[in-house]
């Protein structure tokens, strides 16, 4: 089975922190994402990242950054934490698209539920 | 842009009830649709997905129909358990840029014994 790690389930910080979210996937895939999901909007894409080193912007990308220096691990980070990123947050994993792989699901974390006072 | 717009919940039912959770999307070209459903204090996992007009996704006793002339993609079970008891979201990704998946707001479901 594939294996999403959310390295914590429960997360207290206070504003102004810089904060890293890590995520972890063990079944070699080059898609990885960070998506944020509150009550009512559903999940919104942050950022999402289709090999090492490589990064586009998500749809909410505003006061968030992410890093991959490794093909396994996708790592979320709040430059200066606010109240406003108060929510929890998915990372997910998926082969990249093309030839024999087509619409390859996304692989979902379990969630950290950030709280940002 | 694209979209999914899902009905809004709670949707509550008894055990082995008929559920039906609406969706219907907005999108150019030809998308691929998903079920995913999240059960309490855990992630999202997908449930079934079509990838064309009329392909029919299932898993566990849900079913739903890619229908494209009416852009529908309805969630379908015949009797509810009360394990069925998650958040039920709707998602479609495009083919030029299938990476991304645009999500409903979900539909919390309960079954009461």
């Known amino acids: 089975d594939v294996k999403v790690t959310q390295s914590s389930r429960y997360l207290v910080k206070r504003t102004g922190e810089k904060v890293f979210l890590e995520c972890v996937q063990d079944?070699?895939?080059?898609?990885m994402f960070w998506y944020r999901q509150d009550p009512g909007l559903g999940l919104r894409l942050i950022y999402f990242?289709?090999?090492?080193?490589?990064?586009e912007k998500g749809d909410i990308p505003e006061g968030y950054s992410v890093s991959r220096e490794k093909k396994e691990r996708f790592s979320l980070i709040l430059e200066s934490a606010s109240t406003n990123q108060t929510s929890m947050y998915l990372c997910?994993?998926?082969?990249?698209?093309?030839?024999?792989?087509?619409?390859?699901?996304?692989?979902f974390g379990d969630g950290t539920r950030l709280s940002i006072l | 842009g694209d979209s999914v717009t899902q009905m809004e919940g709670p949707v509550t039912l008894s055990e082995e009830a008929f559920l039906t959770i609406n969706c219907t999307y907005t999108?150019?070209?030809?998308?691929?649709l998903f079920w995913y459903v999240q059960y309490p204090g855990e992630g999202l996992q997908l449930l079934l997905k079509a990838t064309k007009a009329d392909d029919k996704g299932s898993n566990k006793g849900f079913e739903a129909t890619y229908r494209k002339e009416t852009t529908s993609f309805h969630l379908e079970k015949g009797s509810v358990q009360v394990s069925d008891s998650a958040v039920y979201f709707c998602?479609?990704?495009?083919?030029?840029?299938?990476?991304?998946?645009?999500f409903g707001s979900g539909t919390r479901l309960l079954v009461r014994p």
């Open positions: 998602a479609l990704t495009r083919m030029d840029s299938s990476y991304k998946l645009i």
């Open positions: 079944m070699d895939h080059e898609n």
């Open positions: 997910a994993s998926s082969h990249k698209q093309g030839g024999l792989k087509i619409n390859q699901p996304q692989h």
């Open positions: 990242s289709y090999d090492v080193k490589m990064k």
């Open positions: 999108a150019t070209g030809y998308p691929s």
